[in-house]
């Protein structure tokens, strides 16, 4: 039960971005399907670099909303390490299943 | 059962001036502490080293077990920052859920709430917003709770409505309180420190506010 609740409490803090990392996933996979492996390398980095523009947007405008989170025991470092884990593991996933059926 | 929580041993300095530098405080189940003290002084600083989200040496036990960071451990510490801290997209429903609260008992205590269980916080005014965040905090499921400014923005009937809440809870539950409402504070506490020139002033007399230069009588 207490996992549960953690869990649906990290997907909140995950909707704070969960947008803006769709339509970066969905771009970087057009690119992949238009172009191949050869720009893997490129739209991985892509991402990552949007995700660290994400981190920094939030922990400047969003950073008073982590004491929410603090309050029910989750920490800022649990916080990121779930979501980035999940939104990276979520973006090579679908990057495979595009390169497999290209 | 009664929890002790302590402070000492805490030094901050932002850009070589000493904010935070004698300091002992002590908190315990049954009792509200009241902690006052002049803009700048630090009491909030001294708060969040508490909870654990400022980094300072510092030596923070409850029942004589160093914590560094307590808020990680739940149940603990709760801490109600000044500003407004829940994210205005959820309901008051997913708020009282997330804490584990009965959002009826609220109702009761609040009737201005009754019907407002499905609003978001976003569409809350500002007043009922800090009641909202104060009463989750003070219920929450915790042996201390911090509260940093809990009158400020609400009308004197909520602020007796509340000072009464914290009565009832302070029997499972340790309160630190800061709020420049000071007239408030004294109200409700029970043991009562003056932050001064970095230091903790445990005060004996309302007169010593005073001599410490926090009021004028």
Request: aromatic residues 14%.
């Amino acid at each position: 039960m207490q996992l549960l609740k953690k869990i649906r409490i990290i997907i909140t803090f995950y909707r704070n971005f969960l947008l803006p990392s769709v339509i970066v996933t969905a771009c970087c996979l057009a690119l992949f399907r238009e172009y191949g492996f050869g720009i893997f390398v490129a739209i991985f980095w892509l991402k990552i670099a949007t995700l660290v523009i994400t981190w920094h947007f939030i922990n400047s405008y969003k950073k008073k909303e982590y004491y929410y989170y603090q309050n029910l025991g989750i920490s800022k470092a649990l916080l990121w390490s779930v979501t980035l884990i999940f939104d990276i593991a979520l973006f090579i996933f679908l990057a495979v299943q595009t390169y497999k059926f290209k | 059962m009664t929890h002790i929580l302590e402070a000492d041993g805490i030094q901050l300095e932002f850009d070589g001036r000493k904010i935070l530098s004698d300091i002992y405080l002590q908190c315990t189940t049954g009792k509200i502490t009241g902690l006052l003290g002049r803009n700048g002084e630090g009491k909030s600083c001294l708060m969040k080293i508490i909870y654990g989200s400022l980094k300072a040496e510092k030596s923070v036990r409850i029942d004589k077990q160093s914590q560094n960071k307590a808020f990680r451990q739940t149940g603990l510490l709760v801490y109600l920052p000044q500003f407004n801290f829940i994210p205005a997209s959820l309901s008051l429903k997913r708020i009282f859920k997330d804490f584990e609260i009965d959002y009826t008992l609220f109702e009761k205590r609040f009737p201005e709430f009754t019907s407002k269980y499905t609003s978001s916080v976003s569409n809350l005014s500002g007043g009922e917003r800090r009641l909202a965040e104060l009463y989750v905090i003070v219920k929450a499921a915790a042996h201390f709770a911090l509260l940093d400014e809990p009158f400020t923005h609400l009308n004197p009937v909520q602020i007796e409505k509340i000072k009464e809440l914290l009565i009832e809870e302070k029997a499972s539950k340790g309160f630190l309180v800061t709020d420049h409402m000071y007239t408030q504070v004294t109200a409700v506490c029970d043991n009562l420190y003056v932050l001064a020139k970095g230091k903790t002033h445990l005060v004996k007399n309302m007169l010593d506010l005073e001599t410490l230069g926090y009021a004028k009588f």
